[in-house]
Every structure is written in C-alpha cells, then in structure tokens.
C-alpha cells in the first residue's frame, strides 16, 4: 500500500478556499497536527503563522497568543527551515508573529503588566537585531498605556508617528486611524479630522480593517458627547462594514450603544444575532465592549418596556425557553458582567479607565 505523504503546499491551497472564520481555523489547527506528525518544520511554522493571521484578523485575537510562542519556539529551533524558503520575508514574519502573540495581551486583564513588559522587552531585542519594526514597537508601547495613562500613550503615540515606515509597519490606513484615535482620547477633534481628512476624502487605499477603526473612534466620540446625529450616520456606516464576524464585536457594541437611541428595534434586533458572538470569547475588551452596549440596549428599553421577546443561544446564561426577558434584568446583567471585566482591566493596569468609561456610556440620555 502507498504511503501517503505530506503535502504542505496542496494542503495550504485547500484550506484557503474555505470560509474565513472558525472553519479555517480549525482546518488550520489539523494542518498543524499533520505538518508535526511529518516533521516538516517549514509548515509546522507557516500553519502556525497562517493561524494566527486567522485569529487575529477574522476570529478571536487571543487565540494567537500559544501559537505565536509554539512559533517562536520553532525558530528558535530551526529557523534554517524558513530561511531556505523566505530569506527575505522571515524576518518579517519572525517579529509579525511576535507582534501577534502580544497584540491581544492589552485585552487580557488574566496576564499582568509585568509578562507583557518581558514580551515587550524580547520583542524590541529583535527589533534591534533585525533593524526593522521600530514604529510597531512604539504602537504596541501606545496600544497598553492608553488605558493606563493618556499623556504617556500620548507620548508614545508621537514617537510612532515620527519614526519611519518599514516593512512591518501597518497600512497607511491603519496606522492614520490610530492617529485619529489617539487625537481624539486627547480631546484635539481638529488635528483628529486633519489625520482623517484623506481617508474621508478617499484619497488613501483602505485594507479589510478601515475604514472601520476610524469610524468606530468618532462613533465612540460622539456618544460620549451626545452629539447624536454624527453618531448615527457613524453607525450606520459602520454597520455596513464591521459586521462580518466576531472579530467585528467591538463595532457591535458601539452601534447597539447608538442605536438604543436612535433605533431601538434594530438595536434588539441587532443584540440577538451577535450575542452568540461574544459567548465564550477570550478577547475580554470585545466582550467588555459588547456588554457596555447590550447593557445601555436594555437600560434604555427599560425605561418604557417591561419584557421583550428574544430568541437567544440556550448558552446565554439567563436563557428562556419562553423567549420573554425583562429588559431591566438584561441590563442589570450586562451591567454587572462589564462592570466586573472592567475592574479585571483596571486592577491589573492601575488605573481607573474602564470604570470611568462604562460610568460614561451609562450616564447618557
């Protein structure tokens, strides 16, 4: 009988053509286990690299976080394998999967300050020995202290911005919408608009990500100014584009927060189609997020509606086999359910960031 052998490059091909998602994924995960049962240590790394491009981009962040260090472990090993095929990319691809495994550690409130400033530590001694990923790193720098201290992230921020492009940097989409974040947390709408102005006018190329991350800082400025009318057209907007998947839930939760304003059905509407999404997520900020918003859907409804029919995951905690939940009791739940990440966040940061945010949101009209 003939032996089967182990085709990495077919076995890629195929996976590509599935749904971006958890059915990749979990292909992902069995090519893999293949690819270590055959020893072949270019695709033990790139199955691992592709997976946690997966996760990342179209999943659930965190879940990069064991393969990016299984990665890294491998390169340490042999990196000759990858370097035979990708002389030029494996640099790149060597510090991209490092930024991946620490990218989601800002929204894991379990892992401390300290192991993240020792990933932080190993990421820029590669940095340093590659010479490329300087501005990535001050990102990641403004990326955690922005919900410990502003005028630091601030700070951080401004190094980023003057410090060259290289190959692992960002779109340049990308990287003006974390300036318009960045203006924006700082109150400065002018020089937040001037960062936006080519992307408004669409004068720059827009990837997967923006412009949603754009759209989703002055969605989240005008609620928190009760400016209405920018933040529905925002929502609106943002609907269109950031409602693929649960990478998406962050979006999610800002336009239930408008919507239980200015749409209030839709709003409902919206909150039971995506629930599942945040249903045993790792990524505690899109879960804090969606609860935030879930949290003013219900509050709001609440206000002039005692019950509402939902049909929701059996998995929902307070699950109803007749479908009839009290809107007060929703929002005192995803009240609570925020209110306890929000403390998990704010422990392991020192500081009182995301207590100040859900007293914002909740303290709307």
């Excluded at 494996?90 to 020792?118: C, K, N, R, Y």
């Excluded at 609907?239 to 749409?263: E, P, V």
Aim: aromatic share 14%; charged share 30%.
């Amino acid at each position: 009988m003939k032996k089967n052998v182990f085709d990495g490059g077919s076995l890629d091909e195929a996976i590509q053509r599935l749904p971006g998602g958890k059915s990749r994924m979990d292909a992902y995960l069995e090519a893999i286990r293949q690819a270590d049962a055959a020893q072949d240590n270019y695709w033990r790394m790139m199955f691992r690299y592709s997976c946690c491009c997966e996760a990342t981009f179209r999943d659930d962040p965190p879940k990069a976080i064991p393969l990016a260090a299984e990665f890294c472990a491998l390169f340490d090993e042999c990196a000759e394998a990858l370097l035979a095929r990708s002389p030029e990319g494996a640099a790149e691809m060597h510090l991209m999967v490092m930024q991946m495994g620490i990218d989601p550690i800002v929204f894991l409130p379990q892992i401390s300050m300290e192991q993240w400033e020792t990933m932080m530590e190993e990421f820029y001694r590669w940095v340093k020995r590659y010479g490329i990923g300087l501005r990535t790193y001050w990102w990641q720098m403004t990326r955690f202290w922005r919900y410990v201290d502003r005028e630091k992230a601030y700070e951080y921020f401004q190094r980023f911005w003057k410090t060259g492009r290289d190959g692992l940097s960002d779109c340049r989409a990308c990287e003006r919408s974390y300036a318009v974040q960045m203006e924006l947390m700082m109150g400065n709408r002018a020089a937040a608009d001037g960062y936006a102005k080519p992307m408004e006018q669409g004068r720059i190329r827009f990837c997967s990500d923006t412009p949603q991350l754009y759209w989703l800082a002055y969605l989240e400025y005008a609620l928190d100014r009760g400016d209405m009318t920018e933040a529905a057209k925002r929502a609106s907007a943002l609907y269109r584009k950031g409602n693929r998947d649960k990478s998406d839930l962050s979006y999610t939760g800002a336009i239930l927060r408008c919507w239980a304003d200015t749409d209030p059905e839709r709003a409902v509407d919206l909150f039971a189609r995506r629930l599942e999404w945040s249903i045993g997520m790792w990524d505690q900020k899109k879960v804090y997020d969606f609860d935030k918003g879930a949290c003013v859907c219900f509050r709001r409804l609440s206000r002039h509606q005692e019950t509402v029919r939902l049909e929701l995951p059996r998995s929902f905690p307070l699950w109803r086999e007749d479908g009839a939940y009290a809107a007060g009791e929703l929002a005192d739940w995803f009240q609570a359910q925020a209110a306890n990440i929000g403390r998990r966040f704010d422990r392991r940061n020192g500081s009182r960031c995301f207590e100040r945010d859900l007293a914002a949101a909740l303290a709307g009209k």
